[in-house]
């Protein structure tokens, strides 16, 4: 019951900021299809999302090694399935800004199958 209760509050952690981004940016985007010049909000929106993805990635990696260094397994496998969600994404952006030349090739040809 301990690791789902700890699974549970990692996925809290997860939604919240996401949840809240995804409020954001439906209000965001009405408020700027009613003006009569449009801007790019959805430039901001990106930032914001890599941003926050960011964080997260680098909040569970450093939790993860944590709870690896305190010899607590169970405990840091609840880390893992959520840094394999947002492994995928980050090193998706790492490439694109990078250049993309070998390992980052294969990356990018396979996000933009998906």
Request: hydrophobic share 55%; glycine share 6%.
């Amino acid at each position: 019951m301990k690791i789902f209760k700890l699974f549970l509050k990692r996925l809290l952690i997860t939604a919240i900021p996401l949840v809240s981004l995804y409020i954001f940016a439906e209000i965001a985007f009405q408020n700027n299809r009613e003006r009569e010049h449009p801007t790019d909000a959805g430039l901001g929106i990106a930032f914001l999302l890599t941003f926050i993805l960011f964080v997260l990635f680098i909040g569970f990696l450093t939790d993860f090694i944590i709870r690896l260094r305190k010899k607590e397994y169970r405990t840091a496998l609840t880390d893992l399935p959520f840094l394999l969600c947002f492994i995928f994404p980050a090193l998706y952006l790492a490439c694109l800004w990078g250049g993309g030349d070998g390992f980052c090739s294969w990356i990018i040809a396979t996000a933009r199958n998906l």
